[in-house]
């Protein structure tokens, strides 16, 4: 089944660009209300959302996008956000974003490297 959605949202362009920005639209709003301090309960479902919908379709075909741009909406809403406890919300998001972006730029390139490795062996 994940097979045949995957296939359906490809072979409509516009429908997986609507996706894609739709799944980095939620994962920034889920940074976004960590970052201002609302509860789990509103960005975790947020963020999960659009991290489903990015595996589920299979847009992005990288995964490096959604935790850059959870980044940079933490880093943006950091800006405008007042209190106390601000410093340790935008830490948490950036150490997540960090790890998460490194995670995804493994998950991108250890393939291509396997890949030219076998290559080159031949």
Do not use: K
């Not at 940079?72 to 405008?80: D, F, I, P, R």
């Not at 960090?98 to 490297?113: F, I, R, S």
């Amino acid at each position: 089944m994940l097979r045949r959605v995957r296939a359906a949202v490809r072979r409509v362009p516009a429908v997986a660009r609507l996706l894609t920005l739709a799944a980095l639209l939620l994962v920034a709003a889920g940074a976004h209300m960590l970052v201002r301090g609302d509860g789990p309960a509103t960005w975790v479902p947020l963020t999960v959302a659009g991290i489903a919908i990015a595996l589920l379709t299979g847009c992005p075909t990288r995964t490096w996008p959604l935790p850059a741009i959870w980044l940079v909406a933490a880093l943006l809403a950091s800006a405008s956000a007042t209190g106390d406890a601000v410093a340790a919300r935008v830490a948490a998001a950036a150490v997540a974003g960090g790890v998460g972006l490194v995670a995804a730029v493994l998950l991108d390139v250890v393939p291509v490297l396997r890949a030219r490795g076998r290559g080159s062996a031949t």
